[in-house]
């Protein structure tokens, strides 16, 4: 008779697996970064000053540098663009720089990292539990599952709460 029942073998495997390859392969990266997402550039003060038609100042005055040196911007720098302008965009494909410093972008990395490798386990447990069924024992696949379920409700909970004991 084994010591440890396939369910636990099932799980220590996939939690070696998070641990060793979670880090260099993530499927939620997959999704956002390789399936055609994409993102308007804004365009450069030069561009809007041609399409808007405002000439750029060439002389400028001592003082005007001086203020620009402290962090305030001159009058010779700001300009307005009318609200009509026929303006388009450039796109470009979305790429890891652009989302790692997304507010809740390792939370939904580590959910959907975490729900797909629960997903391997639970169908991986129920094949076994077709051929051996279960005899008293707690199916774990349910335990990752609930998991899954438990770590979507974190980022939940965090919207706009600094700690989630704020709550009770």
Known sequence: MALLGYQVVISLIMASVIQKIGKHYSF???MICNTGLVRYLYPTDS????????????????????HHENGHISSSQVFHVPRNLN??????????????????FQDYQMLLDFALYSMIVYVLTEIFSY?????????????WCLLVILFSTYPLMNFGVTSPLMLW
């Not at 051929?131 to 335990?143: A, G, Q, R, T, Y």
């Open 28 to 30: 939620a990266k997959w």
């Open 47 to 66: 561009e809007l000053r041609q399409l808007a038609g405002v000439p750029k100042e060439i002389n400028k005055k001592k003082k005007d540098k001086r």
């Open 87 to 104: 303006l388009e965009l450039e796109n470009a494909k979305v790429g890891i720089l652009d989302v790692i410093h997304l507010r809740f």
């Open 131 to 143: 051929f051996m069924p279960l005899k008293d024992e707690i199916n774990l696949s349910m335990v």
